[in-house]
């Protein structure tokens, strides 16, 4: 199983957490890069799911429109580091920690 995984993503210009953040000059909103991780963390690994953030620093803005990559990293089988990314620019970095779903 692999250590580590990054994917692209893309924030649609429409998308409604949008609407009233920032009119004229919207920038995505720190929760939004949030649920996209916690949506790649459970596509890649399902059987876990989030209890914790205690770290998250956004670093840069992102634009709607603008692609930028998320990489998610193992540390322990409880605790992730994210990083998100646009070119050499990082957007937001920080820690999740993780538990197994119940069965």
């Not at 995984?5 to 893309?10: A, C, E, G, H, L």
């Not at 009119?23 to 949030?34: A, C, H, M, N």
């Not at 914790?52 to 634009?63: D, G, S």
Request: net charge neutral.
């Amino acid at each position: 199983m692999a250590n580590s995984i990054s994917r692209d993503y893309v924030i649609a210009a429409d998308h409604p957490c949008l609407d009233g953040h920032f009119p004229g000059d919207p920038i995505v909103p720190g929760v939004v890069l949030l649920d996209t991780i916690r949506m790649q963390l459970q596509q890649w690994r399902p059987q876990l799911y989030i209890t914790a953030i205690p770290q998250a620093k956004f670093h840069h803005p992102l634009r709607p429109g603008e692609p930028f990559t998320i990489m998610l990293m193992e540390r322990s089988p409880s605790r992730y580091r994210f990083e998100c990314l646009r070119g050499a620019d990082k957007l937001a970095s920080g820690f999740l920690h993780t538990e197994q779903r119940p069965s």
